[in-house]
């Protein structure tokens, strides 16, 4: 029963604050619309959002996955940080005890920011936890994150 540890690191060209309203605070509306090929929809099974809720992400029949739940553990909206835990996924689940997750924006210049993400894997007894296993999520991750600095970039006043 390991624990792995991942840090990322990434920049982006869009402020902390519209970054965290789009990714954190309002990615059950705008995931979906931006990246519907994967993602059905996704609902708060408990809660409004805030911590405590549970958010179910539905994927589409393209994704190895059916869907996953997080619970949203910490959120600072004026630090502009969030911890969140995968507590479900099918067939995920089957190796890893829980994924933890620590998000933190960081103004950059002048416009734009410094993501930090931290995620913690807990495998389950007897289980090893492959590198590329990590690197898939991570490269998932990022990708969500780069469609949504995007579509921030050529909506300027979305999420200001």
Known sequence: MGITRYH?????????????????LDSHNLCPKLMFSSIKNIEFIEGDGEVGSIKQVNFTEA????????????LDKDNL???YTLIEAEPL????????????FEPFGFTGCICKLTSEYKAKEGIQIKEEDIEHGKDRAIGMYEVVEAYLMAHPHAYA
């Open 8 to 24: 990322h690191t990434f920049r982006a060209q869009v402020t902390p604050a519209r970054m965290f309203k789009a990714l954190i």
């Open 63 to 74: 994704s190895p996955l059916r869907y996953m739940k997080h619970r949203i553990d910490a």
């Open 81 to 83: 940080t969030c911890k």
């Open 93 to 104: 689940m089957e190796k890893i005890e829980y994924v933890t997750y620590e998000v933190k």
